[in-house]
């Protein structure tokens, strides 16, 4: 496997690590997807449960996803069509009078803000660790749409540490998000798993620049949910990146944005105000200046940090050593 260079930390990070949106995966459906090294499907059962699972069946290795059906509670192998539970387990062979004890290997999942988290871990098949909190977002203050707010970048060249760091990297939002002036580094909290960074920042818009503040929140190095508050606007960006290989990553973004008390829900991003509508889309877009960077840098192990750099990566990098196995 290929290592990114001078990355320090070998295999993938453990944590919720967010695998799609949950209307992707459709009732009786079976999707494929390939993570963390490993060859997957994801199914939701007729009453709408969402499995992960290995995409190989026990029985003799067949795909799961290619030709294989959802029956009830189960999943169906189109090679010999052993059936599965959600659990894993063997539920019927057509032409055998009893069922085998053994499993097909299945992997925890959980649904919150429309986001399917996958657990990931080198030492744990149970979670240790709640998934991103970001149940709050569904109230009807927020706005989401399906289409406009979110954005996929498939195979991306990084390792998700290099995105968490992003969070306590206050020059860089000057020069490559062009803030009016660099980020400063409000208050930094650490509680186990999740890592706090409230930073002052400084907002471009079309009146000129506005001060506002950002919280966030990093759920292990995979998941950051940001809350920004500037002038009357509210944007949530929970930014997500998620391991293929150890060099490749796909990443996701999902804004939501606080409504102001006179605006109804609308039902698509295309009935908001316009200055609403470019608001979602800056915040996407901004999501995307860091892109070229990440693809063609090195990781430096040993960087040279200065004045408010110092504090912020020097936190962050020791925090996130509790994430891998070497
Ligand atoms: S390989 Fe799946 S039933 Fe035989
Ligand atoms: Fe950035």
Same mark, same amino acid.
């Given at each position: 496997m290929t290592q990114f260079p001078g990355f320090p930390h070998r295999g993938f990070p453990e944590g919720w690590f967010s695998v *799609?949106? /949950? +209307?992707?995966?459709? /009732?009786g459906a079976i999707e494929y997807r390939r993570y963390f090294g490993i060859d997957l499907v994801l199914f939701r059962t007729e009453s709408g449960r969402l499995v992960a699972s290995s @995409?190989?069946?026990?029985?003799? *290795? @067949?795909?799961? +996803?290619? *030709?294989g059906k959802i029956s009830g509670e189960c999943i169906t192998c189109p090679f010999h069509r052993w059936q599965w539970t959600a659990d894993g387990d063997n539920a019927n062979i057509p032409y055998a009078d009893k069922t085998v004890n053994a499993k097909l290997r299945t992997y925890p999942v959980k649904e919150s803000a429309g986001i399917v988290w996958f657990w990931n871990s080198w030492r744990s098949e149970e979670p240790t660790s709640d998934a991103p909190d970001c149940d709050f977002v569904m109230s009807e203050e927020y706005f989401h749409d399906p289409v406009a707010s979110r954005r996929l970048w498939s195979n991306v060249r990084l390792v998700p540490q290099m995105v968490a760091e992003n969070i306590v990297d206050g020059p860089h939002t000057e020069f490559v998000h062009l803030a009016d002036e660099g980020a400063h580094i409000a208050n930094i909290e650490i509680d186990g798993t999740v890592f706090l960074s409230e930073l002052d920042q400084t907002y471009r818009s079309g009146k000129g620049p506005i001060k506002g503040k950002s919280f966030n929140y990093s759920y292990g190095v995979g998941t950051q949910l940001s809350k920004m508050q500037f002038g009357d606007y509210r944007v949530v960006n929970i930014l997500s990146t998620t391991p293929i290989e150890e060099d490749r990553c796909d990443m996701r973004a999902t804004i939501f944005i606080g409504l102001p008390v006179e605006i109804e829900q609308p039902r698509s991003a295309a009935y908001l105000p316009p200055k609403l509508q470019k608001l979602i889309k800056s915040h996407l877009d901004s999501q995307e200046q860091d892109l070229p960077i990440w693809e063609t840098m090195i990781y430096e192990p040993k960087p040279l940090l200065v004045g408010e750099e110092i504090r912020g990566h020097v936190k962050m990098r020791k925090w996130a050593k509790q994430f891998y196995e070497a």
């Open positions: *799609g949106w /949950s +209307d992707e995966f459709k /009732s @995409a190989y069946c026990p029985h003799m *290795g @067949a795909r799961l +996803d290619v *030709g």
